[in-house]
C-alpha cells in the first residue's frame, strides 16, 4: 500500500504475485515472449539446416530470400504483437490487426516487467546469429519499452514534487542567535 513517488516507483518494478490482478495484456506478452523463446530458435535452426543440405532434402537456395523474409516479417509481427499489448499509446500502423486490448490503461504499470519478458527472448535471438536486421527490429522495441518505463517514473515523479506543497507543512524557526532551522 501507500501512495509516496518511492512505493509508486517501487510497485512499477515489482509486479503482484496474484495473477488474478494480472491484466489479460500482460499475461499474452509473458506467453508471446516465452514461445519466442522457445520455439522461434528451432525455426531458424530447421531453416539453416536446410541450406547447409543437412536434410534429406536438396536445397532450393533460391528460397533464401523468401526465408529471410519468413524471419523478419515473424519477428516484426512479434513486436508489433507486444507494442499493441503492452504500449497503447505508441503508434502503431494497423493497429487493430495486433489485437485492440480493453485493459490497455493499465499496461503503464507493467513495463518494466514486459521489457524483462522481451529481452529475455531478445537474448535467446542474439544466441542464433540471426541476421543484424532482425535483431534490430527487437532492439527497437526494448529500446520503446525502456523510454516509456522511465517516461512513467519521470512523469510521475513531476507529479509528486508538484504536489508536494499540498501535503508538506514546512515552517521556518528564528531564534535570537541568528540561527535558523527548518523543520
Known sequence: GGSSPATKIRAMFTPPQDPDRVPQNILFVE??????????????KLGQAYFKGELHVEPDIGKQPVFREMV???VSFFCNLVRAAALPAAPLPNRADYGVWREAARADQWLPHCLRQVRASYSVLIGLDLPGQVLDIVKS???ELRLSS?????TSVVEETYLLHEREDWRQDVSDRSEEHTS
Open 72 to 74: 523478419l516479417s515473424s
Open 31 to 44: 506467453d508471446l515472449t516465452e514461445r519466442v523463446g522457445q520455439d522461434f530458435p528451432d525455426l531458424w
Open 141 to 143: 522495441l526494448t529500446t
Open 150 to 154: 522511465l517516461n512513467n517514473i519521470l
